[in-house]
C-alpha cells in the first residue's frame, strides 16, 4: 500500500494560530500608523491655521498706519481708511473690518489664547507681539498648547 503523504491536523492548528498572530501583530501595526496619521495631520491643520492668521495679522500690522488699541485679546489698527480689529471670539479668531466680521478659524481650531503686547519701537514705530496657543477640537487626538508668536511692527518711521 501506498503511503500518502500531508499534513496532521496538529500541524495544521499550529500553522493556523501562527497564522493568526501575525494578521492581529499586523492589524495593531496599521492601526497604529493611522492614529499616528490622523493625529499628524490635525496638529498640520492646527499650525497652518495659526499660520494664516498671523502671517495676515502681521502684514496689515506693517500696511497699518497706526495700532490704536493692542492688548489682552485684540488689537484694533487703521489701514487704508478702514478699522481692522482682531480678536479672540469664543474659542477661536476673528477679524472684524469697520465692525464687520470678515474672517473666523476654523472651529477645528480650539483657541486657548490670543494676546498682543505692543510697545514703541526704536525708530518711533508701532510694535506688536502677537501670541497664539491653541489645540485640536477632538480631544480624542490629544493636540493641546500649540504655540505660535511673531512680532511685527507698522513701517510708519518718523
Given at each position: 500500500m501506498k503511503k500518502l503523504k500531508g499534513y496532521s491536523l496538529v500541524e495544521v492548528v499550529v500553522t493556523l494560530g501562527i497564522i493568526g498572530i501575525l494578521i492581529i501583530m499586523l492589524f495593531n501595526v496599521i492601526l497604529l500608523a493611522l492614529r499616528s496619521n490622523?493625529?499628524?495631520a490635525g496638529r498640520s491643520f492646527?499650525?497652518?491655521q495659526m499660520s494664516a492668521v498671523l502671517t495676515q495679522l502681521s502684514r496689515e500690522v506693517r500696511n497699518s498706519t497706526t495700532?490704536?488699541?493692542c492688548f489682552e485679546g485684540s488689537c484694533?489698527?487703521?489701514l487704508t481708511g478702514k478699522t481692522i480689529r482682531w480678536e479672540a471670539c469664543a474659542s477661536s479668531i476673528c477679524r472684524l473690518e469697520n465692525g464687520v466680521l470678515t474672517l473666523?478659524?476654523?472651529d477645528t481650531m480650539q483657541v486657548e489664547e490670543f494676546s498682543f503686547d505692543s510697545y514703541t519701537g526704536s525708530n518711533n514705530n508701532d510694535v506688536v507681539l502677537v501670541t497664539i496657543i491653541a489645540g485640536h477640537s477632538n480631544q480624542a487626538?490629544?493636540?493641546q498648547n500649540l504655540v505660535t508668536q511673531i512680532?511685527?511692527?507698522t513701517r510708519?518711521?518718523?
Open positions: 490622523t493625529k499628524i492646527i499650525r497652518e495700532l490704536l488699541d484694533e489698527m487703521t473666523q478659524t476654523s487626538l490629544e493636540i512680532s511685527a511692527s510708519n518711521y518718523e
